[in-house]
């Protein structure tokens, strides 16, 4: 993985990278001062859309035939918090699905009527900045630094949009789990700038490119390991390291926080950003306890969904489920497998995005996510019980969706690194999130009401509630059917960082 010399001007005229991370700062700025204007929303809206177009506009660019980075941009900060900022084909995807789920949380925060509108934009937008910086930057420090920003902010919108007397207790234990997260990345990090500095006459770095040529010791590189891999796998969240998620999911907000929080998987992509290039030697050395841990966490997560009544607690289960087979694909060290789980993370947000869309509409409607007291919602409301059962399909990998691919290419890769015991139960973890994900979907939808409860009434979908949730199962399926042009995006990034592992 080479940082390419070409520099900006040359491959598409403008500082994309710059204005990717500016123009939500700047969108920031201008739903402040319109406050409360009849123009906020459909500012808000333009601003969301003009994003995504540039990161649509960064893909077209993008010379997938390559592996070494590109667009690169640098200026001079501070001695060890360079703004080197670059990109490759996994970049790009996490990009395209930032810009595209930012604005359809604008949407959604309009249709779902989360006022004051002019606050929740603005922490959406604050976040989406914070996002575009992580996914760019090349500068691991200030990826950490990023980071805790972005925790702290989706924190609030957990909290602000939350409607459980409970937020508080919710909101101070994910403080509490994404502070350590931090204090663990931190110190990993310094560490390594200190094995940087220990070559290099004292001058410490945090540059990618400067870390890759600094092989680190061999007393440092475990401990280095574990405190990155921990502090990802917090805010991944992989088992035994989840506590945090169910509380959140139960009493935080619905669907804008989780989305921001989850749909996007910073862990993954901090894992191949840094992790896998710098220290090949500790993830060789440990990957087969990762591993196990990957596929306990399948298991029990998918037995406690299956024991949950409250449909936000079980989608919290099905994610750190399905972080088992993500870590599980990361961790075999074979290119297939690292092409299966960028593919499942892009799956996964926009599966995840459908679900938690579909939950918090029914929210609105019902005032509960006790699958107890729900029944017989097919009747009432058909296009949403098929948005969830898409989004759950998508999530454990059937035909028809990009989850199909991701799930056949880690399968495969598990079979020939870990053998068929580990590719087997792997199989079987994603059948029992098979069923307990059908298992909601009929206990909420197909049921029948409860004795004694009274029959919906007012409850129809809107036509802008319809836009959304159909743009997320229209993204959704025509990524599952046409699949090739992401597998073509991340190839040959991919290819540079599995043929270290084969040198190995």
Same mark, same amino acid.
């Given at each position: ?299 029990? =997560? #998918? +037995? ?6 409250? @449909?936000?607690?079980? /989608? %919290?289960? $099905?994610?750190?489920?399905? &972080? ?11 290119? =297939? #497998? +690292? ?6 993370? @892009?799956?996964?947000? /926009? %599966?995840? $995005?459908?679900?938690?869309? &579909? ?21 009432? @409301? ?123």
């Amino acid at each position: 993985m080479t940082i390419d010399t070409i520099h900006w001007s040359t491959q598409i005229g403008y500082p994309i990278l710059s204005l990717l991370q500016l123009l939500p700062l700047l969108s920031l700025f201008a739903i402040w001062l319109l406050k409360r204007h009849p123009l906020l929303v459909p500012a808000a809206i333009t601003a969301a859309s003009i994003e995504l177009l540039l990161g649509i506009d960064l893909w077209r660019h993008y010379d997938s035939s390559v592996s070494s980075m590109q667009f690169s941009e640098t200026a001079q900060l501070f001695s060890v918090l360079n703004y080197q900022t670059a990109v490759d084909g996994l970049s790009v995807v996490f990009i395209l699905l930032t810009g595209l789920l930012t604005l359809l949380l604008i949407l959604y925060g309009k249709v779902r009527e989360l006022k004051p509108y002019n606050h929740l934009f603005m922490a959406t937008f604050a976040v989406e900045a914070c996002l575009m910086g992580m996914f760019v930057t090349l500068n691991l420090l200030l990826f950490v630094l990023i980071s805790a920003v972005q925790i702290g902010i989706v924190g609030y919108i957990l909290w602000r949009w939350g409607n459980s007397p409970d937020k508080g207790m919710a909101m101070r234990r994910f403080y509490q789990f994404m502070s350590i997260s931090i204090l663990l990345l931190l110190t990993g990090t310094l560490l390594l700038g200190w094995n940087y500095a220990d070559s290099h006459q004292g001058v410490w770095a945090f540059d990618l490119i400067q870390l890759a040529k600094a092989p680190v010791s061999e007393t440092f590189r475990s401990v280095a390991f574990f405190l990155l891999f921990y502090g990802l796998a917090i805010r991944t969240p992989l088992f035994p390291l989840h506590g945090w998620l169910p509380l959140v999911a139960e009493h935080g907000n619905v669907a804008v926080g989780p989305t921001l929080l989850l749909g996007l998987k910073i862990g993954i992509y901090g894992l191949f950003r840094f992790v896998l290039p710098l220290l090949p030697t500790a993830v060789i050395e440990w990957h087969n306890y990762v591993v196990t841990f990957a596929l306990c966490g399948i298991f029990y =997560a #998918a +037995f406690l969904a299956m024991m949950q009544d409250n @449909l936000r607690r079980l /989608l %919290a289960y $099905a994610v750190i489920s399905h &972080t088992g087979i993500l870590i599980l694909g990361v961790f075999s060290l074979e290119h =297939a #497998a +690292f092409m299966g789980s960028v593919i499942l993370s @892009l799956t996964f947000g /926009l %599966a995840l $995005a459908a679900l938690v869309f &579909t939950t918090g509409l029914l929210y609105r409607r019902t005032h509960t996510t006790l699958l107890p007291n729900l029944g017989g919602l097919f009747d009432n @409301l058909p296009f949403l019980g098929i948005t969830f059962l898409i989004g759950g399909l998508a999530i454990i990998g059937m035909p028809g969706t990009p989850g199909f691919d991701a799930v056949h290419l880690i399968l495969e890769s598990a079979i020939h690194k870990f053998g068929a015991l580990v590719t087997i139960a792997s199989a079987l973890g994603n059948v029992a999130a098979a069923g307990f994900l059908l298992w909601a979907f009929q206990r909420a939808f197909l049921a029948p009401r409860p004795a004694g409860a009274q029959p919906y009434q007012n409850i129809a979908i809107t036509k802008a509630e319809v836009f959304v949730v159909s743009s997320l199962v229209v993204v959704l399926l025509s990524a599952g059917f046409y699949i090739e042009p992401w597998l073509k995006l991340i190839d040959q990034p991919l290819s540079a960082l599995s043929a270290l592992y084969t040198s190995h």
